[in-house]
């Protein structure tokens, strides 16, 4: 299972809940999508020509080595979930490895992704330093998942965290039932799960849902009102190219 977004947009929210079922294993940010798109390139060619040139046998042995890594990390576990937010860079590739993979984007008001990738000290995103860079990245990210909407060969499940913050039980009962698991209620109990998290939502996902997060941009709407003006033009930009 592959669950996709930005940083902050409740990605670790939706790993942790499917990581509280017993046939779910939450693998947490790991770098094999990356890795695997990279090996396009292994014989000397650019990652656009190696896509261009991505064959049968190549897909079969990119995938073959993709899931024994996978196996390693957890080799009884029924489904386990990816949650590297980046990989909805290469979620085309990803889909024609894996077509019976389950895809989840989430999604989250780009307000209160944008304050929170702010405030939130990465050590590995870089772009969440400079506010041209935020409404930048955020424009490219939309286009993108824009792009797989229309191409994607498989279907892809999109989950808003306001949603789901306001009905727990009804986005859980839907992600179990999009991994063709079926229903236990640990899921609703995921601040009780025992598992390792180094994400920066580690500290939320040890406690209850809680909703003071949703709409949190607008106590720093004069702080941050140049951030919010770029991320209109993002809206506005996106919305023209449709």
Request: glycine share 6%; proline share 5%.
């Amino acid at each position: 299972m592959f669950v996709v977004g930005l940083p902050r947009s409740g990605t670790t929210l939706i790993e942790h809940i499917l990581a509280s079922h017993s046939q779910v294993f939450g693998a947490g940010e790991i770098k094999l999508g990356n890795e695997t798109m990279a090996a396009l390139g292994e014989q000397g060619a650019d990652l656009i020509e190696g896509l261009r040139r991505l064959d049968l046998p190549t897909a079969r042995r990119l995938a073959s080595r993709h899931l024994e890594r996978l196996r390693a990390l957890n080799p009884t576990a029924l489904r386990i979930v990816d949650k590297m937010p980046d990989n909805f860079l290469a979620l085309g590739l990803l889909a024609s490895l894996f077509p019976r993979a389950q895809l989840i984007h989430c999604r989250r008001d780009l307000r209160d992704v944008a304050v929170s990738c702010w405030m939130t000290h990465f050590r590995e995103v870089p772009w969440a330093n400079d506010q041209r860079h935020i409404a930048s990245r955020f424009h490219e990210y939309q286009r993108m998942m824009e792009h797989w909407r229309q191409v994607l060969p498989v279907p892809l499940l999109e989950v808003d965290y306001e949603a789901t913050v306001a009905d727990l039980e009804g986005v859980a009962r839907k992600l179990v039932a999009w991994c063709g698991l079926a229903w236990e209620p640990t899921c609703l109990e995921f601040h009780r799960t025992k598992r390792p998290v180094s994400t920066a939502s580690a500290v939320q996902v040890r406690r209850p849902v809680f909703r003071t997060s949703v709409g949190r941009w607008r106590h720093y709407e004069h702080a941050l009102a140049s951030l919010f003006a770029r991320l209109e033009t993002v809206a506005a930009r996106n919305h023209a190219g449709r």
